[in-house]
Antibody, heavy 116, light 108 residues
């Protein structure tokens, strides 16, 4: 069974940093590209970042470029999102998503709240 | 950036009726990279349709996708109460990947 479990969310002050993690099981992690997608409270879905299977290619939404960094550790079956210079508008549930048949498996999400 | 437009924002239909949810792209999207997701309150999105017209594993055949280029459609035949949800279209053919703003489907 494919499972993705996010962690690392919480309350952080504006300008602060946070690292999200996603640990996966049930598939060969090293063969799949991965993404982060977020959803602000009561709003729609926003794609945040992509990383290919070998970490050689990454993409970012303009809204996070230069502040967020996506990375992965294939032997540890883990995906990460390093978030710096956080703003109130980054408040959202962050989902870890497998890039197979389009975005075929999603974690349950971890909530990041940016507030003083 | 490819903008995906879903209209109407809310659709209210009765059980047994047919729902047609359109998604229009600001520029051509490769069909292989157009997908539809269903999201119920408090849950993560679930993949319904990938490659514009292929049903994901376990998705009932009441759900179907069609279209190409800039116009795509999700059709739900014979609506059931559990189909009450928000439906999003999505393209992952060109970065930045984008989602439509969603159509909320209400079952009367």
């Amino acid at each position: 069974e494919v499972q993705l479990l996010e962690s690392g969310g919480g309350l952080v002050q504006p300008g602060g940093s946070l690292r999200l993690s996603c640990t996966v099981s049930g598939f060969i992690f090293s063969t799949y590209s991965m993404n982060w997608v977020r959803q602000a409270p009561g709003k729609g879905l926003e794609w945040v970042s992509y990383i290919n299977s070998g970490s050689g290619t990454t993409y970012y939404a303009d809204s996070v470029k230069g502040r967020f960094t996506i990375s992965r550790d294939n032997p540890k079956n883990s995906l990460y999102l390093h978030m710096n210079s956080l703003r109130a508008e980054d408040t959202a549930v962050y989902y870890c998503v497998r890039d197979g048949l389009n975005f075929d498996y999603w974690g349950q999400g971890t909530l990041v709240t940016v507030s003083s | 950036e490819i903008v995906l437009t879903q209209s109407p924002g809310t659709l209210s239909l009765s059980p047994g009726e047919r729902a047609t949810l359109p998604c229009r792209a600001s520029q051509s999207v490769s069909s292989g990279y157009l997908a539809w997701y269903q999201q119920k309150p408090g849950q993560a999105p679930r993949l319904l349709i990938y490659g514009a017209s292929s049903r994901a594993t376990g998705i009932p055949d009441r759900f179907s996708g069609s279209g190409s280029g800039t116009d795509f459609t999700l059709t739900i035949s014979r609506l059931e109460p559990e189909d009450c949800a928000v439906y999003y279209c999505h393209q992952s053919g060109n970065s930045p990947y984008t989602f439509g703003q969603g159509t909320k489907l209400e079952i009367k």
